[in-house]
């Protein structure tokens, strides 16, 4: 399933040049497996339950050439099929190999913060509809060849990809999922 979604990645990214062959892992230590739940911490606040607290997220293998990362949460059975955009981050710089928990949450100098479904920089946290079957939210990490500061602030999910095009040098993914 990996494989398949860090390939469905680059596809969206409008480039076959980047590399789905997993050399680039993605990991979190709080949603654990592919598949795995999202943390409460990590559903929107008040009547969701949560804080809305980006998860924690680490990586490693990112290819030679990488000058910065990007990540996007995107909760694919949103808005009735239509999808929520939860989070939209770049210029990550390059050293970085992982984030803690929060870090989307608030604006910060270690990130460029594109608008997520909801018009806001930041990350926003899951909350499905109360009875809905768990919702899959596509984590998905880009290494680009972009520095850091290559991408205006306040780009969407539909805007980022076409900006990132001919730029990711790999991508990978993975699902978490949420219900209540």
């Known amino acids: 399933m990996r494989f398949r979604l860090a390939f469905l990645a680059c596809v969206l990214a409008g480039t076959m040049a980047a590399s789905a ?10 949603i654990g497996t592919d598949g795995g739940k999202l943390a ?12 809305d607290l980006s998860p924690a997220l680490s990586w490693s293998g990112a290819p030679d050439g990488t000058a910065s990362f990007a990540i ?11 999808g929520v955009s939860h989070w939209v981050a770049y210029g990550i ?55 850091p500061a290559a991408l205006p602030p306040g780009l969407t999910r539909e805007t980022f990809f076409p900006a990132i095009k001919g730029h990711v040098l790999s991508a990978t993914s993975f699902v978490g999922t949420y219900a209540r």
Do not use: W
């Open 21 to 30: 062959d997993a050399a680039m892992v993605l990991t979190s230590p709080t």
């Open 40 to 51: 409460v911490e990590n559903a929107g606040p008040g009547p969701c339950g949560g804080k």
């Open 72 to 82: 996007t949460i995107f909760d694919q059975d949103g808005q009735k099929g239509l």
């Open 93 to 147: 710089a390059p050293t970085v190999t992982a984030i803690p928990t929060g870090f989307g949450s608030a604006p910060s100098p270690a990130y460029v913060g594109g608008n997520n479904t909801r018009g806001y920089p930041l990350y926003t946290g899951a909350c499905p509809p109360v009875g809905d079957a768990p919702h899959h939210y596509l984590i998905t990490l880009y290494a680009l060849d972009l520095p």
